[in-house]
């Protein structure tokens, strides 16, 4: 036999009396998600984001495809003209300046395309220049492309490098 | 029975709480760096590049570190100093940098160092070597190549 609840309402008169089943008892009631656990798991991530948070953030963006030395280095880059070296080109950006290929055969330490792109490229700071190079570059490259910028009038480098942790 | 006589404990609304968390976190993985970027600053020695020497002083020896494939070797212009040993492609860089100091003593231009590195090692020894010298207390580091000697084979 369903049990048969009276209300206020069925208490006057002529107000028939209203009978609930257990089912639509539990169909009123609010689910509530349980959202401790996930309040746990945003206050970690609140934690590990403030940890790693940066006013400054990176002026520069190393290219994706080359590995940066490690270096205990804190000096803080600053925005100048930048050249990448990565493992089969000499780059700027997306332009590709010279390839490995094209100047090595030859024994002369200066690269024309690279002394010609630095001729119609120049920034505020004129004898600056930024390396970005791979870890496991052969020194013999950096070296030809550093005789090149200082030919070019390029006398002043920085090599960007990731922190040491 | 009411609900206040059971002695329940009301539940802490966390709502207004989880809103937060969803604006904070979304503006601090935007600014969140994992990478830190820096820079080594050097330059080329004053009687590289160019092919012309200025003047008719003779050049002042400056300390010099030979960076080779199999050895690491401190020289001041002609004279050996010392010579260090590299084993699995792996620089001892704090005997390098002991061995720096205690040379960097007895020259006039302490705070000015060569490291002369060969065609075939790697960029990342040669990282290695400048951060061990700037760790040795010399502010000016000037990269050049280092020719084998003809002589000795070395």
Not at chain 2, 20 to 32: K, Q, R, W
Request: include cysteine; hydrophobic fraction near 40%.
């Amino acid at each position: 036999m369903q049990p048969r609840i009276r209300t206020p309402a069925c208490k006057k008169e002529g107000v028939p009396m209203l009978s609930l089943s257990r089912n639509k008892n539990m169909s009123n009631a609010v689910m509530k998600p349980q959202i401790t656990s996930l309040i746990d798991v945003m206050t970690i991530l609140l934690v590990f984001l403030m940890k790693s948070f940066s006013v400054e953030g990176n002026i520069i963006t190393p290219a994706s495809d080359l590995t940066l030395p490690l270096s205990a280095s804190r000096t803080a880059p600053q925005p100048v003209t930048t050249i990448e070296i990565t493992e089969s080109a000499v780059r700027s950006g997306d332009e590709v300046i010279a390839t490995h290929d094209s100047y090595r055969k030859n024994d002369s330490l200066f690269i024309p395309s690279l002394a010609l792109w630095l001729s119609q490229h120049e920034s505020f700071r004129k004898n600056e220049i930024m390396l970005q190079a791979d870890k496991h570059l052969p020194f013999d490259i950096l070296k030809r492309v550093m005789f090149t910028c200082s030919k070019s009038g390029r006398n002043d480098f920085t090599i960007l490098v990731q922190q040491e942790e | 029975m009411q609900p206040s006589q059971t002695g329940d404990v009301p539940d802490l609304d966390v709502t207004p709480v989880m809103n937060l968390l969803v604006i904070l976190i979304p503006f601090l993985v935007s600014m969140a760096v994992f990478t830190r970027l820096a820079v080594l600053e050097f330059s080329l020695p004053s009687n590289i590049g160019s092919g012309t020497s200025v003047g008719n002083e003779k050049p002042e020896p400056k300390l010099t570190v030979v960076v080779a494939d199999a050895f690491c070797s401190i020289t001041l212009g002609e004279t050996m100093l010392d010579s260090i040993p590299i084993v699995n492609n792996s620089i001892e860089t704090e005997r390098l940098r002991e061995r720096l100091t205690l040379h960097r003593a007895s020259v006039t231009r302490a705070d000015e160092i060569i490291v002369a590195v060969r065609n075939n090692v790697e960029f990342e020894q040669v990282v290695r070597v400048m951060d061990t010298c700037k760790n040795a207390g010399f502010t000016k580091i000037g990269l050049s190549n280092a020719t084998e000697n003809p002589h000795t084979g070395v």
